[in-house]
Nanobody
Framework: QEQLVESGGGLVQAGGSLRLSCAASGRTLRTYAMGWFRQAPGKEREFVAAISWSGGTIYYADSVKGRFTISRDNAKKMVYLQMNSLKPEDTAAYYC??????????????????WGQGTQVTVSA
């Protein structure tokens, strides 16, 4: 069964760090561009970061630029989100997403056709 599973969320104090991981499984699942999105209570899901298959193209939301780093390991079918200098406003459920079509990475949710169940990140003040 093709699926994405996130891990690494938790509770952290402001200024702290967390590393999210996303594992892709399923023999037929192709994970070209990969992305991270987040959704805070009462808010719409928003783009956080995206990375192309080669890792040569990376995008970040302005709100996380300089603090978050996206990376991937294609051999392991994994994508990571290193989050440093966390702020209370980073509190949200974080979702991993994959585009199974070979095309450029995108910041648009509509370009991703596989989604994980999400992992909660809570940053206390």
């Amino acid at each position: 069964q093709e699926q994405l599973v996130e891990s690494g969320g938790g509770l952290v104090q402001a200024g702290g760090s967390l590393r999210l991981s996303c594992a892709a499984s399923g023999r037929t699942l192709r994970t070209y561009a990969m992305g991270w999105f987040r959704q805070a209570p009462g808010k719409e899901r928003e783009f956080v970061a995206a990375i192309s298959w080669s890792g040569g193209t990376i995008y970040y939301a302005d709100s996380v630029k300089g603090r978050f780093t996206i990376s991937r390991d294609n051999a392991k079918k994994m994508v990571y989100l290193q989050m440093n200098s966390l702020k209370p406003e980073d509190t949200a459920a974080y979702y991993c997403a994959a585009d199974s079509i070979s095309r450029p990475a995108s910041t648009l949710m509509s370009r991703y056709n596989y989604w994980g169940q999400g992992t909660q990140v809570t940053v206390s003040a």
